[in-house]
C-alpha cells in the first residue's frame, strides 16, 4: 500500500503540470489582460470591458500599432504602457513567465495580488474560514443525514416511508442551490416573515467581545442557513446512491448465506453489507467535498453576503488578477488530488480485503 501511495503522490507533479500549462495556455487568448485593466483604471473607465463596445472612431486606423494592441491605451504615453508590462511582468515571453511562475510555486511562493497589495497566501487565507465552514460542515450534515437514511429505505423498500421519502427527496434536489437559498433568506432572515438568522456575513460586529460559548454560538447562528442551502443538492444524490448501493447488496448470494447461518438482520446488514456496500459512496466523498468547497460556494457566498474563496476566483477572474487566479488554481488543484489520495486509503480502512497495489500490477 506504500508504494501504491508513493506512486499517486509521484502522478500529483505531472498532474498539476498539466493543469497549469492548459489553462496559462489559454489565458493568453483571452482579451482584457491585466495590463488593460490598469489602463482603464488610469484613465477612470473602472473596467477594461467598456473599452471594447465602443469610441474607436475613425481615427482607429491612424493610430500605431503599439497603442492599437492595448484598446484603451491610446492617449497614454509609451513609456507609461511599458513599465505597466514590466510590472505585471509581460516584458517576458509566455514560456518564460510560465516557467518563472512554477520555479516561484515550488519554494511555495505565489506571488502577490496584481490589485489588492496583498499576497496570494494570505488572500487564500483570509477568506479560507468562509470556505471551510460551507464545505466541511455542508460535507458532514450530508453524510451523517444521506447514510443512514439511505440505509433505512434499502430496508424499507417499497414501504409507505421509502415512498414519501423519496418523493422528498426528487422535490429536494430539483430545488436549484441559489433558489433554495433565496427561499431561506426570505422566511427566516427578515424577509416577508420571521427574523431568526442574520442576513450576511459569518459572523456578528460584536463578535470579539463575545465569551467562548457565546462566539460558539454566534458561529453556528450564521453559518445555519448558508450550510442548509449547500447542502441540499448532495444530501439528496448521496442518500438515493447509498440506498441503491445497499439494495444491490442485499441481493446478493453472501447475504443469503448468512442469513441461513441464523445470523441476524442487524449483523448482516451491518457485518457484511455496510462494507462492500460504503465502498461507491466513499469513492464519491472527494467529488462531494470539492463540489460543495468550491464549486457552490460562488452563488451562496453572493446571496449570504460572505467573503470566500468563491468570490475571490470569480473577482479574480474578471479582473485579470493573474497571481491569485493561476494561486488559487494550484492550491485547489493540489488540495483535490490528496483528498483523491485519502478517498482510496478510506476504500482500505472500510474494506481491508482491497489491493490497490495488486490491481494495478
Known amino acids: 500500500m506504500l508504494n501504491y501511495i508513493l506512486r499517486r503522490l509521484l502522478l500529483i507533479i505531472p498532474t498539476l503540470l498539466g493543469i497549469m500549462i492548459i489553462n496559462f495556455t489559454l489565458v493568453q487568448f483571452v482579451p482584457g489582460g491585466p495590463v488593460e485593466q490598469a ?5 477612470g473607465q473602472g473596467d477594461v470591458f467598456g473599452s471594447f463596445a465602443g469610441g474607436q472612431g475613425d481615427n482607429l486606423e491612424t493610430e500605431s500599432s503599439f497603442n492599437s494592441e492595448y484598446v484603451g491605451a491610446r492617449g497614454l504615453p509609451p513609456d507609461f504602457i511599458a513599465e505597466l508590462e514590466k510590472e505585471f511582468g509581460f516584458d517576458k515571453p509566455p ?3 510560465f516557467l518563472d511562475m512554477l520555479w516561484s510555486y515550488m519554494q511555495l511562493d505565489f506571488g502577490e495580488s496584481y490589485f489588492r ?10 477568506k479560507m474560514p468562509v ?47 441559489f433558489l433554495f437559498a433565496i427561499m431561506l ?6 424577509g416577508s416573515y420571521w427574523q431568526i438568522f442574520p442576513l450576511r456575513g459569518l459572523t456578528s460586529d460584536n463578535f470579539d467581545q ?28 448521496l442518500t438515493l446512491l447509498t440506498k441503491n448501493s445497499f439494495l444491490d447488496e442485499i441481493k446478493k448470494h ?37 463540489g460543495i ?7 451562496i457566498e453572493t446571496i449570504f453576503s460572505l467573503d470566500g474563496l468563491g468570490r475571490l476566483g470569480f473577482e479574480a477572474a474578471v479582473a485579470r488578477d493573474y497571481p491569485v487566479i493561476f494561486g488559487t488554481l494550484f492550491i485547489f488543484g493540489l488540495m483535490s488530488l490528496v483528498v483523491g489520495i485519502l478517498s482510496d486509503l478510506m476504500y482500505v480502512l472500510v474494506d481491508p480485503r482491497i489491493d490497490f497495489e495488486s490491481r494495478e500490477g
Open 210 to 237: 463575545l465569551s467562548l460559548i457565546g462566539k460558539i454560538a454566534d458561529y453556528f447562528w450564521h453559518i445555519t442557513l448558508p450550510v442548509v442551502a449547500s447542502t441540499i443538492a448532495a444530501f439528496a444524490t
Open 131 to 177: 470556505s471551510i465552514s460551507l464545505g466541511l460542515w455542508s460535507t458532514l450534515i450530508a453524510y451523517m443525514v444521506s447514510i443512514p437514511l439511505g440505509i433505512r429505505k434499502a430496508v424499507k423498500d417499497g414501504s409507505s416511508f421509502d415512498t414519501w421519502t423519496s418523493g422528498a427527496i426528487i422535490v429536494a434536489y430539483a430545488i436549484p442551490g
Open 39 to 43: 489602463i482603464a483604471r488610469a484613465q
Open 254 to 290: 453472501y447475504v443469503m448465506t448468512a442469513r441461513a447461518k441464523g445470523l441476524s438482520e442487524r449483523r448482516v446488514l451491518y457485518g457484511h453489507v455496510f462494507r462492500n456496500a460504503m465502498l461507491i459512496v466513499i469513492a464519491g466523498f472527494p467529488a462531494v467535498f470539492i
Open 95 to 97: 514560456v518564460e513567465r
Open 185 to 190: 433568506l426570505v422566511l427566516f432572515a427578515g
Open 293 to 299: 468547497f468550491f464549486s457552490g460556494s460562488l452563488i
Open 117 to 126: 497589495n496583498i499576497s496570494v497566501i494570505d488572500l487564500v487565507l483570509e
